[in-house]
T-cell receptor, first 109, second 113 residues
């Protein structure tokens, strides 16, 4: 089983839509989780850290479900500029980042 | 300011060349990382420096040699690379050790001919 599993997509949604991505992880000891976005041929950019209680930043909401070992990212009111690959990431006990393979989002006009 | 800079942006080198990639951050971060990313794949960790000491080497071939001259700089020395080493090389940093969010530089796109 992969350490981090993500639906590769692509998710093709109209502007203004709400879209949600899930990601499952295999190591229950993991403490830290993150969502990064990556545009084509660019570096990953930290979108948000995911805390036990979940957190919200504008149109973006991240949730952590430790019992089921998944994290989610909800994007409300999608913009064209949200088109990117979203990487689910967790940190293992040696502080190494474990990346999912990414979920591609396409927001159409 | 969460800026990590990398030079050069692009590099083409032959298999007998020696070249170096450079990374710099002025955020006071004490952990720095090298990653390799192939097309349509997630980044793969290569090396971690924590407080200027090499703390993780992910079994990277010796043709890649990292160096951390000071807390702001990270180099990756390249020698006798293979065409399959062509990839985007990303540098990242995090504050006060390795259990914090990592911020990535724009990367060096390397082509080995």
């Amino acid at each position: 089983r992969k350490e981090v599993e993500q639906d590769p997509g692509p998710f093709n949604v109209p502007e203004g839509a709400t879209v949600a991505f899930n990601c499952t992880y295999s190591n229950s000891a993991s403490q830290s989780f993150f969502w990064y976005r990556q545009d084509c041929r660019k570096e990953p950019k930290l979108l948000m850290s995911v805390y036990s209680s979940g957190n919200e930043d504008g149109r973006f909401t991240a949730q952590l479900n430790r019992a089921s070992q998944y994290i989610s990212l909800l994007i409300r009111d999608s913009k064209l500029s949200d088109s990117a690959t979203y990487l689910c990431v967790w940190m293992d006990s040696s502080y190494k980042l474990i990346f999912g393979s990414g979920t591609r989002l396409l927001v159409r006009p | 300011d969460t800026e990590v800079t990398q030079t050069p942006k692009h590099l083409v080198m032959g298999m007998t060349n020696k070249k170096s990639l450079k990374c710099e951050q002025h955020m006071g971060h004490r952990a720095m990382y090298w990653y390799k990313q192939k097309a349509k794949k997630p980044p793969e960790l290569m090396f971690v420096y924590s407080y200027e000491k090499l703390s993780i080497n992910e079994s990277v071939p010796s043709r890649f040699s990292p160096e951390c001259p000071n807390s702001s700089l990270l180099n990756l020395h390249l020698h006798a690379l293979q065409p399959e080493d062509s990839a985007l090389y990303l540098c990242a940093s995090s504050k006060e050790g390795t259990n914090y969010e990592q911020y990535f530089g724009p990367g060096t796109r390397l082509t080995v001919t």
